[in-house]
């Protein structure tokens, strides 16, 4: 059974001068286990959907349409009290961007684990809280006795490490990881990334894991989603997205990785910028910055469509 | 033979640590960050020197020296062969017009007050280019070749109406309008997307390959620095541990850390499977390296007590690959 379906989601945030389109129709589903990657360029929205899946918006943003139904649940109708007992921490979890920072430094690390786990679990003793502490640093490879400590005397790979057991605390089937490695040093950001890869596989855990950097996800997930502009532009089985990339905003992104070991060459770019989400282009929002342009595309919005098994893309290319 | 324009002798940077009142009272030495350590190093003409390494290897704080922005502990750093080490601003400044930076952020390196004309041609100013017509010829030729155009649109412009990408166009042809023989850049794309980082490495390299400018590529991204860069030089806590050509490097490393490095890139190839993660933990505390071999502490081939007791120095293998490591320095 599917684990997380999501459908047609919308997010806008209003500003004084209008609605930011943020999201627009967004669809994927997620699978026990399985790993999605989530990528785009900057302002492209990966992140609203992340904080949309657990209702955490800002106030200014409103989920406007759409279902985020979790083993049949629909997210979007839960009141704040019932996502707290019901999604929250139990069912998704979320690392944000900088955890470097995302932790109180005036509190040691167990005190705030020890706290997310009786805010959400009522009934458990602080003892035995702490003992639950005391397993998930071992299963993150931390010292146990170092949930003692501040953040301060925890370094950058240690306190993503401990971020990662405090989202784990209350055993949730979906770990959202938002850039998560992005402010680490490649050595330690790859440590990291296998950290992930082995916990997925020991507690069947699913992760939709948002970067902008497509070789991090390449390497760490199964199922690639593409962004741009507040819309699902492609998805599919990571290797077949990666193989035959069918649009060509995914093909522009493919080719701005180089890998380290492909002989030296010149490096492609996509031109242009992308658009203001206040009023975006009516037809494909990739369309202006697209070599392939048509007629249609100015004037009609593609849908995702499956091009090939499972593997969608959203492009008029394609749909002919 | 190649002419050597900028040459680093033995460069040392050490900062001091700030303690406390107390601690200053009781402690009778001071401590020390060992940020940039006996480096040696030699930039020829119109050659594209990566230098890489991960966050608090030095590698910034070695640019800076060799800019003259800080000042060094010891060591010596000559331009064109004339030893810079010891000029005074007054005496540097006539020089600056030969070398320039780009910084890593597009959105704090510009004067938010300033229109992207005033902002290109303040070098000119600065060095004394007063002829109007001179100026405007230069900042309208640079700004064409930054591909801002039409330029007599982005003279008038401020930094806050252009994207990230036009902002860092506006910092390179900043750096470029003197015609320099000498750029480092540090990080000059890691605050850019993807889409749009090519771009700026494409500029950047166009300049510098039209006008055979010597230049010096900071950055931790060795899959980018693979495309961009003639050599590599590998600096760990302070110290280059590794030296060659870019396929050097990338294909048969020597040095452990090196190795380690290449690995922990990682590939944008779903088929590829990634051996493993060698090495365990992060880098030291440079306030108190390691003895010996810096690295002694991460490394995959430890051999005792050599590397622990004594530094390994830079050894050429050949070629011009140069390594210090105790394990290719006892042959």
Known sequence: ??????????????????????????????????????????GCGKTTVALSLLKILPPNGKIVRGKILLNDLDVVKLSESEL????????ISLIFQGAMNAMNPMYKVEDQIVEAIRLHEKGVTKKEAKDRVAKLFEMVGLEPERAKGYPHEFSGGMRQRAMIAMALACNPSILIADEPS??????????????????KRKLNLAIIMI???????????????????????????VLSVF???????????????????????EMSAIPGSPPNL????KGCRFAPRCNYSMDICLKESPSLIEADKNHFVACHLVHK | ??????????????????????????????LYVHAVDGVNLDIFKGEILGLAGESGSGKTTTGRLIMRLIEPTSGKIFFKGKDITHLDEDQMKPLRRYMQIVFQDPYESL???????????????????TDEKEVEERVYKILTDAKLVPPEEFIFRYPHELSGGQRQRVATARAFVLDPDFVVADEPVSMLDASIRAEILQLILSLVKTRRTSFLYITHDLALARHVCDRIAIMYLGKIVEQGTTDQLVLEPLHPYTKALMKAVPVPDPSHKRIEVVIKGEIPSPVNPPSGCRFHTRCPSYMGDICKKSEPQLVDMGNGHLVACHQYSKK
């Open chain 1, 1 to 42: 059974m599917t684990l997380l379906s999501v459908q047609n989601l919308t997010t806008y945030y209003q500003i004084r001068r209008g609605f930011v389109r943020a999201v627009e129709d967004v669809s994927f589903s997620l699978e026990r286990g399985e790993a999605m990657g989530l990528a785009g360029e900057s």
């Open chain 1, 84 to 91: 707290r007992e019901k999604i929250r921490w139990k069912a």
């Open chain 1, 182 to 199: 992005t402010a680490l040093d490649v050595i330690v950001q790859a440590q990291v990334l296998k950290l992930l890869d082995e916990l």
């Open chain 1, 211 to 237: 970067s902008h950097d497509l070789s991090i996800i390449s390497e760490t997930c199964d199922k690639l989603a593409i962004m741009y502009a507040g819309r699902i532009v492609e998805v599919g089985d």
């Open chain 1, 243 to 265: 193989k035959k990339p069918l649009h060509p905003y995914t093909q522009g992104l493919i080719a701005a990785f180089p890998s380290i070991y492909a002989p030296k060459q």
């Open chain 1, 278 to 281: 206040l009023n975006p282009p």
């Open chain 2, 1 to 30: 033979m190649v002419e050597i324009v900028v040459k680093a002798e033995n460069l040392t940077k050490l900062f001091e640590v700030k303690l406390g009142f107390f601690k200053t009272l009781l402690s009778k030495e001071s």
């Open chain 2, 111 to 129: 004067n938010p007050r300033m229109t992207v004309g005033d902002i290109i041609s303040e070098p000119m100013k600065l060095q004394g280019i």
